[in-house]
């Protein structure tokens, strides 16, 4: 892949990654037991570009995406929020992946996203709060982080499978890791 169809790809991952959060924020409470859960469907592209492109793009797509949400919609904390939970969950996400797909599918990283992403939150508001008792919300978030997961997971496999371009991208990157 050429630079700069690389830097358009990353750019087209940013944008529809920003638009999914915004379009995600605009819906009130998905979840009516779980205040402030959200599906956490910017996931989808962060799974697409975890098989796609390279860990540091990858973490640019996500930091791009923190960024301009924050701006065209957010607060400080929001940010802070959302940065902890996205840089958590992106970590996961990248050393489950590294186990290799004989081990781990893309549903399993994204689950392990999903949960991951309500710790960092958590960690924050703890910290907020001066008091480790916002942990107790966790098993609630857990178990919504692993639905949500399932369902990021699901769709991030099926676009990888079904869509044309990501398909050349994916086998693109199989192909580099096979030469590696």
Known sequence: MTKNKRLVYIALLAAQAVVISLLERAIPFPFAFAPGAKLGLANIITCISLYTL???DTFMIIIIRLVLSTLLGGTISTFLYSAAGALLSFIGMWAVQKL????????????TGGILHNVGQLVVASWIAGSWSVMLYLPVLSFIGILSGIAVGIAANYLLKNVETLRVFF???QEQRTLE
């Open 54 to 56: 390279s860990t540091k």
């Open 100 to 111: 290799g797909p004989k081990n781990v599918s893309i549903i399993g990283v994204s689950t």
């Open 171 to 173: 086998n693109a990157k």
